[in-house]
């Protein structure tokens, strides 16, 4: 079971640190409820680990942020929380490393803050490319994205940047600087947008050139945004934010419409995608489980599931390199492109004696079944041709008593 992570709420108001407290463990992570200077050393001081902070500036024995310094030290991400929404506070505030700074009076604070919480989560594993050739703006740049725990990969110029992307595929984020020697930035642009699109990658453009034209410049060029510099690190932070979380709602929709919900696998539809970007011989398999009506029947619905997804693991452990998809009901397709070394019958003829082995538990006690398998392979891609193939033998395959494979 996976350890939820330790967030720190230092909050002396017994009205707010409830709520922040169950909004920390709604995100999925522990809350440790703090309520003074004093209780915050005694936690620090302790075995325990912390992976972000959210810290009222204000604390009866800390007035003016004292409880800030000891967090930094230790190394935790904070988030202040603040009823004092002065502009000498702020400033204050956002001098120090803070992940983000949230006044208490906005009405919208704590679904601010449970976005920032999200982010504290998911950050670390998400790549920000940072392109400029000034060092002392990569820095900037490059701590102000540290601060919000993004992995960073800078470059100095286009060439550079372009290919870091080439080995980096899943970047999320590049910051794109204007004026560089070579392609400027609106050019690297266009230049990145023929390898990304936007549902992979978001560009935000940044330049220092008080032009009104460097705006679409940059988004004709296939950018999501665009900053002028100087910003602050406050505006900084929701930009960034916003097109990081963009790029997420748009991943999370293709993988809506490509996955299967039940098993995770492709689906009909995405399986039809695939089969374009197949070069060369391949072969294609459909497979069956062998009286399944008779497993909702006798064990109910919900196990009948529990069969389909332990099929659909056993598929993925045989045909990693594989395009697998649920291709309807209690029916999978595999695609694969031909493997002289290790030929398809024969892995699906492994897949099969494994399938008949093995037990599936349940609560409502342990299930076995089998499957029944037609194949074809061919080196034309004639997807549509190959599934009749393949479908016919499958039936023959049923026809000639189930739990085998038919290749011919
Ligand atoms: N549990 C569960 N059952 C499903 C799902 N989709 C389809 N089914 C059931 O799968 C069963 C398929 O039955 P049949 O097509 O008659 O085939 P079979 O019983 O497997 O018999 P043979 O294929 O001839 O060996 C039907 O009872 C469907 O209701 C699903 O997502 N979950």
Do not use: W
Not at 91 to 106: A, E, G, Q, T, W
Not at 113 to 123: C, G, H, Q
Not at 259 to 276: C, I, K, M, W, Y
Not at 279 to 292: K, L, M, N, Q, S
């Amino acid at each position: 079971m996976k350890i939820p992570k330790r967030v720190l709420v230092i909050e002396d108001s017994t009205m707010l640190i409830r709520p922040v407290c169950r909004m920390v463990e709604e995100v999925g992570f522990e809350a440790v409820p703090v309520m003074s200077l004093a209780e915050l050393e005694q936690q620090l001081a302790s075995e325990a680990r912390f992976s972000a902070a959210v810290a009222d500036y204000c604390l009866p024995d800390a007035p003016s942020g004292e409880a800030l310094p000891p967090l930094f030290r230790a190394g935790i991400p904070t988030i202040v929380l603040t009823a004092h929404n002065d502009q000498q506070t702020r400033d204050d505030i956002l001098s120090m490393p803070v992940v983000d700074y949230i006044p208490k009076d906005s009405p919208s604070a704590l679904d601010y803050l449970m976005r920032m919480l999200k982010r504290i989560d998911r950050n670390p594993q998400i790549k920000v490319l940072v392109v400029d050739d000034s060092h002392t703006t990569r820095s900037l740049l490059r701590d102000y994205l540290r601060r919000h725990l993004y992995q960073v990969l800078e470059a100095v110029d286009a060439e550079e940047a372009l290919q870091i992307l080439r080995e980096h595929s899943d970047v999320s984020l590049v910051l794109a600087d204007y004026g560089m020697p070579g392609m400027d930035g609106a050019q690297m642009t266009s230049a990145i947008r023929r390898l990304y699109t936007h549902t992979r990658l978001a560009i935000v453009g940044i330049s220092v050139q008080q032009d009104k034209t460097m705006t679409p410049r940059f988004l004709k060029a296939g950018a999501d945004d665009y900053l002028q510099k100087p910003f602050t690190f406050e505006e900084f932070t929701c930009r960034i934010t916003r097109n990081i979380e963009f790029v997420e709602n748009l991943m999370t929709l293709e993988h809506l419409a490509h996955a299967d919900p039940l098993t995770g696998l492709s689906n009909r539809r995405h399986l039809f995608e695939q089969v374009q970007k197949i070069r060369g011989a391949y072969g294609i398999a459909i497979i069956d489980i062998d009286h399944f009506k008779q497993i909702n029947d006798g064990f109910g619905h919900d196990v009948g599931d529990v069969v389909i997804q332990h099929l659909a693991d056993r598929l993925r452990e045989h045909f990693p390199r594989a395009i697998v998809a649920r291709f309807g009901g209690e029916e999978f397709v595999v695609l694969m492109k031909r493997d002289a070394a290790h030929p398809l019958a024969q892995r699906l003829e492994e897949l099969r004696q494994e399938v008949e082995r093995e037990e599936v538990d349940s609560h409502k006690g342990t299930v076995r079944y089998t499957i029944s398998i037609g194949m074809a392979a061919a080196t034309a891609p004639d997807i549509r041709e190959l599934l009749r193939l393949a479908d016919e033998r499958l039936y023959k395959a049923k026809q000639n008593g189930r739990n085998r494979v038919c290749a011919s």
